[in-house]
């Protein structure tokens, strides 16, 4: 069994390495920058430690007594962002910087191993053509991933028999990153950005397979693996493939949106079919989700199910609509129940006062009833939920319809203005909590 030190085990590959790591018998030691992150890499069995991965001489420290250093840290920026100036700043320098002071600490410690995260998304335009690990990288935005890949080899010529081993990852896709919960939600809404043409080949691989390479890794030796699943697709096939996940036309937009981003996203246009046998042979490893057509689909449902629609947005805007009165008669029956009767709502009209005598016991109950409502729309209108929504819609609406019916029935208790202005307000209440409603229950019933 070996200790092993992991960086970027917090990360949608690394928190799905550890455990396994872990349930092999290894003793994990894992970068944690926060409490939070420290405590998700308690409970995944492993020993959390804080260290700034940009610190040599710290990062000498930690990795001391380790047998096996795991470099997993990158730092992508979100789609919105990417093409702003200075997104990829960190992560080129986490890719150069962090790369030597882990293979040093790696080299200081004595370790037999040294494993690397990479990308496959360098490699030239290969048409119909399988791509093997010795194909060309070409392309001056992957500077930073050549000088990662370099320090592993490093490792291998320097650590007297020791392994450098970088794994250079398809595209991942899982339900949880952001990098594929943007793109679904992009489909969802009938766009998908997708460069190159429609008979390139793209090459994928499914975030837990990822992982399970990481662990396949101990055994391999040292070299540069591709780990994609076994059967790459095409542009074509990944736009049939999403607009069937969510059942609606997609419109596939070819080229980026900026100029900047379009430096970036030309690699993403090649046609890259690329071949994970070398892994295979060298490790058993194989990846459980064979390709993106068995791949995407479930996952494009479990991100769309978790994901707010835009009808419940809708929702919760007509439930906030309806909070600032509700909160405002709730707070001023309640606590002044005797001008609340005298001068409700204000501005010169009277639309309490001419009906019945003052009950106080009467007002603060109808107060409370406010305050209650209030605090269930708020709660809705925070968090959402399909649950919450409904019961909040509902409770507001067994609320307005009652309250509506009885002004109906005694119109001639107040006159003029008062009378038209009060219906107008109970009417428009009534007509948002039914339109919530009916909105939420389409939204559960699509
Ligand atoms: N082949 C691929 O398709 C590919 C490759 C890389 C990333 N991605 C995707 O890109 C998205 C975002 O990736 P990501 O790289 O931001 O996150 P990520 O892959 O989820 O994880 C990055 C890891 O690096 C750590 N890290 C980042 N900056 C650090 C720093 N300055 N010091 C120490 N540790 C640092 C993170 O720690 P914290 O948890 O503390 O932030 C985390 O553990 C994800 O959706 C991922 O799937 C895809």
């Not at 396994?20 to 405590?39: F, I, Q």
């Amino acid at each position: 069994m070996s200790t092993i030190f992991v960086a970027g085990a917090t990360g949608a590959v690394g928190r799905r390495a550890v455990r396994p790591l872990v349930d092999a018998g290894h003793h994990v030691t894992a970068v944690a920058r926060t409490d939070e992150k420290a405590a998700l890499v308690e409970s995944l069995g492993a020993r959390p430690v804080r260290v700034d991965v940009f610190d040599a001489a710290a990062v000498k420290d930690a990795v001391a007594t380790h047998d096996v250093v795991v470099n997993l840290t990158t730092h992508i920026p979100r789609a919105a962002k990417a093409a702003l100036p200075g997104a990829w700043a960190e992560n080129d320098r986490i890719r150069t910087e962090v790369s030597r002071n882990l293979v040093d600490a790696a080299l200081a410690a004595g370790a037999s191993r040294y494993v690397q995260e990479s990308i496959t998304f360098g490699y030239a335009d290969a048409g119909d053509r399988w791509i093997a690990e010795d194909h060309p990288y070409v392309g001056s935005v992957y500077a930073s991933v050549e000088a990662a890949e370099a320090n592993a080899h490093r490792f291998t010529a320097s650590s007297g028999g020791g392994a450098g081993v970088v794994l250079r990852f398809g595209m991942f896709y899982d339900s949880e990153s952001h990098t594929t919960r943007d793109l679904v939600k992009g489909v969802a809404a009938g766009r998908l950005f997708l460069p190159g043409a429609a008979g390139a080949y793209a090459s994928f691989v499914a975030t837990d397979d990822a992982a399970a390479a990481v662990v396949a890794a101990l055994a391999a030796p040292a070299g540069t693996y591709n780990v994609v699943d076994d059967e790459p697709v095409t542009r074509a096939e990944i736009a049939r493939l999403a607009a069937a996940a969510v059942d609606r036309p997609v419109k596939v937009l070819p080229s980026p949106v900026s100029k900047a981003m379009a430096t970036k996203a030309e690699p993403l246009s090649r046609s890259q079919r690329v071949s994970n046998t070398a892994f295979k042979e060298a490790t058993g490893w194989s990846p459980r989700v064979p390709t993106l057509r068995a791949g995407l689909p479930p996952v494009v449902h479990e991100v769309l199910a978790s994901s707010p629609s835009a009808a419940s947005m809708v929702v919760r805007a007509l439930l906030a609509l309806l909070l600032p009165a509700t909160i405002a008669v709730g707070v001023w029956a309640e606590f002044a129940p005797r001008s609340f009767y005298d001068d409700f709502p204000g501005l010169g009209l009277i639309w309490v006062a001419s009906d019945g005598p003052f009950n106080e016991h009467l007002v603060r109950d109808f107060g409370a009833t406010n305050l209650a409502l209030a605090v269930l729309l708020t709660v809705a209108v925070w968090k959402g939920g399909r649950v919450l929504l409904a019961t909040a819609a509902g409770a507001y609406l067994a609320y307005a319809v009652p309250h509506l019916a009885y002004h109906l029935r005694h119109t001639h208790v107040i006159d003029g203005v008062d009378r038209v202005t009060s219906l107008a307000s109970l009417v428009m209440a009534a007509i948002l909590a039914a339109a919530a409603l009916t909105i939420h229950r389409r939204d559960m019933t699509r």
